[in-house]
């Protein structure tokens, strides 16, 4: 509930600067943890990046205020962070379909979204099973992937990096996996946002082995961490309402926050783990 709190006041502090400057460290401060925390819960829960957010809820109100007043194109556009009528526009038309000025027909269509608020809920009550773990300092190797996210959408997608990876060269992997998390694991690590909405982050398709391994491919170390371990059943439907389910349920409700850190998926025997990092809150 502490956290929910501090998301929600967070969130208020940005409805209440949307005309001015929004500070992401403020923002941030107002939830009680990093900015890098932050903005890695907000994706997680929302979706969306917290830039992205912010930029659909500026555009929504510049819309209210073209057809409720008779404030000039120009003035709005840099009351709601743009430099110019042009950048404005542009960015308007993309996202309600409709230029600033048609926006003043009272008969033009406009999209809205509308402000968030995260709330705890109880869905019935279904068990997950969990293990609070203090791990020493290992690697992962394998493939690495530069990955863009953009208006929810990766690229390249997981499935355009698991096709990539050749029957041979997983069966290697998994081979010489020798420490766990066992199996094949998914790291995600270095998750970064820009000011224009659009995430990127490492992604590392390989095995957590203490054997020097030799040829093309890419290595993450990963330093000692508190780490929140979950078991999953199922296919990879079960694995993302699991992880939905821990940042949305688990994570609010625990006396732990993230820590900045790889997010792990492992899989082996037809049994997966998640492996987040944390600290106490």
């Known amino acids: 509930m502490y956290m929910l709190k501090g998301m929600n006041e967070a969130l208020h502090y ?30 997680l829960l ?25 404030a000039r194109v120009i003035d709005i556009a840099i009351k709601y962070g743009y430099h110019s009528p042009d950048a404005f526009s542009r960015a308007f038309q993309g996202f309600h379909g409709a230029t600033p000025s048609l926006a003043r027909n009272p008969e033009q269509s406009l999209k809205a979204y509308p402000r968030m608020a995260f709330q705890l809920t109880i869905q019935g009550g279904v068990e997950m099973k969990y293990r609070i773990v203090e791990k020493e300092a290992f690697n992962i190797v394998g493939v690495k992937y530069e990955v863009e996210m953009v208006d929810e959408i990766l ?61 093309a491919y890419s290595s993450l170390e990963v330093p000692s961490l508190l780490w929140a371990i979950f078991e999953v059943d199922g296919e990879w439907t079960q694995v993302e309402e699991q992880w939905q389910r821990i940042y949305s349920e ?27 990092c944390i600290k106490k809150k």
């Open 14 to 43: 940005i409805e209440e600067n949307l005309d001015g400057k929004i500070d992401l460290k403020e923002v941030a401060k107002r939830a009680f943890c990093s900015e890098y925390h932050f903005k890695r819960l907000f994706s």
């Open 250 to 276: 688990w994570l609010p409700s625990s006396s732990y926050e993230l820590a900045e850190g790889p997010e792990i998926l492992a899989s082996q025997d037809q049994k997966s783990e998640i492996w987040i």
């Open 155 to 215: 690229t390249p997608a997981y499935e355009e990096m698991l096709t990539a990876i050749s029957d041979k060269t997983m069966k290697e992997l998994a081979s010489l996996s020798d420490k766990e998390p066992y199996g094949i694991v998914h790291a995600s690590v270095n998750y970064e946002e820009d000011e224009k909405g659009r995430a990127t982050f490492n992604q590392y398709i390989g095995a957590v082995m203490t054997k020097e391994v030799l040829g």
């Open 46 to 70: 929302s979706g969306i990046t917290i830039s992205e957010y912010i930029r659909r809820r500026r555009l929504t109100v510049a819309a209210l205020e073209l057809k409720d007043t008779s």
